[in-house]
Each structure stands twice: as structure tokens, then as C-alpha cells.
Nanobody, 120 residues
Framework: QVQLVESGGGLVQPGGSLRLSCAAS????????MRWYRQAPGKQREFVAF???????NIVDSVKGRFTISRDNAKNTVYLQMNSLKPEDTAVYYC??????????????WGQGTQVTVSS
């Protein structure tokens, strides 16, 4: 079994920072691309950022310059550093990853989500 567990969400004032973490665990052979998505109330889930196993990254324009994605391959963990947060960043943030298990089966996995609320 493979699972993704996010942490680091919470309530923060506008202009503040948070760092989200997502740790993969279980019978993992390798982890390819890892991603962050978010879903605001009443809206569709949207892509935020990805990072490949080699460190190539892409970030959506709406958060570029404020958010940074990184990963620690030794810890099977991906991070999302969020700075200069705005109320419109309020959402549930989800981790997503393409993982090959030790059985050599490859699947796309989702975490359970972590709430980020930006409010004064």
C-alpha cells in the first residue's frame, strides 16, 4: 500500500507564510512527478505546481514568485513553500504523485488534503 499524507496547513494572516509537506510512504520503488493542487470553496480543483524526480519544476502563473515547490527524494517528501499569502489562496491543498510500487505497478496517488485559510 502506498499513501500520501499532507501536513502544514492552517490559518495565516494575509502576507504570511506557510510550508506544506507531503510524505509518501508504503511499498515504494520510485516516485516520479509530484504535484500540488488546490480547491477553493465552490470551485474546481486547480493545478498549482509540479516537480519531476530530476528537479524540473513548473508553477502556475497566479502564484509564481510567491510559491516554491521542492522535494527531498531521500524522504519521499514534496514541499510547497507559500509566501506573501493572499485571501484568494484559501483552499484545500492536495498532494498528487506518480509512484511505482515495489511490485513495479505504477499509479497516480492523491493525499487527503490540508486546509489553508488566509484571513485577518
Amino acid at each position: 500500500q502506498v499513501q500520501l499524507v499532507e501536513s502544514g496547513g492552517g490559518l495565516v494572516q494575509p502576507g504570511g507564510s506557510l510550508r506544506l509537506s507531503c510524505a509518501a510512504s508504503g511499498s515504494i520503488f520510485s516516485i516520479n512527478t509530484m504535484r500540488w493542487y488546490r480547491q477553493a470553496p465552490g470551485k474546481q480543483r486547480e493545478f498549482v505546481a509540479f516537480i519531476t524526480s530530476g528537479g524540473l519544476t513548473n508553477i502556475v502563473d497566479s502564484v509564481k514568485g510567491r510559491f516554491t515547490i521542492s522535494r527531498d527524494n531521500a524522504k519521499n517528501t514534496v514541499y510547497l513553500q507559500m509566501n506573501s499569502l493572499k485571501p484568494e489562496d484559501t483552499a484545500v491543498y492536495y498532494c498528487n504523485a506518480d509512484i511505482t510500487a515495489t511490485s513495479r505497478s505504477s499509479y497516480n496517488y492523491w493525499g487527503q488534503g490540508t486546509q489553508v485559510t488566509v484571513s485577518s
